[in-house]
């Protein structure tokens, strides 16, 4: 696979008969790709607010955050629910400490 392209000046290059492979087996899409050169930041920069370059390890890596990130929502969801059920176990242990707390003091009071 790594025959079929290289990189030069962090650019990835595709040699012609490559492409014509492609074309040739995907015949449904024959259209062009539009060569973006550095001057066409002025394009994008009005369809974008931020233009950022990766390297390749920068990409992996952004690559395997978005993956992870469904896994990290999920489970930030599932503590969440359970950080609310201990401050609604919390709030109903200080209750029946209130409660008792006022019967001993009724309790205390009529033994007087």
Not at 51 to 75: A, C, H, N, V
């Amino acid at each position: 696979m790594k025959g079929l392209y290289f990189i030069e000046k962090n650019k990835v290059k595709v040699p012609l008969d490559v492409v014509k492979l492609l074309e040739v087996r995907h015949k449904y899409d024959t259209s062009k790709t539009e060569v973006r050169q550095a001057d066409d930041t002025e394009k994008t920069s009005a369809e974008y607010d931020v233009i950022e370059g990766f390297s390749s390890d920068e990409y992996k890596e952004f690559q395997k955050r978005l993956i992870e990130y469904p896994l990290l929502k999920k489970d930030l969801e599932y503590h969440r629910k359970a950080s609310e059920s201990h401050q609604r176990q919390m709030e109903k242990i200080i209750n029946i400490l209130e409660q008792r707390n006022y019967l001993e003091a009724i309790d205390k009071k009529n033994l007087e």
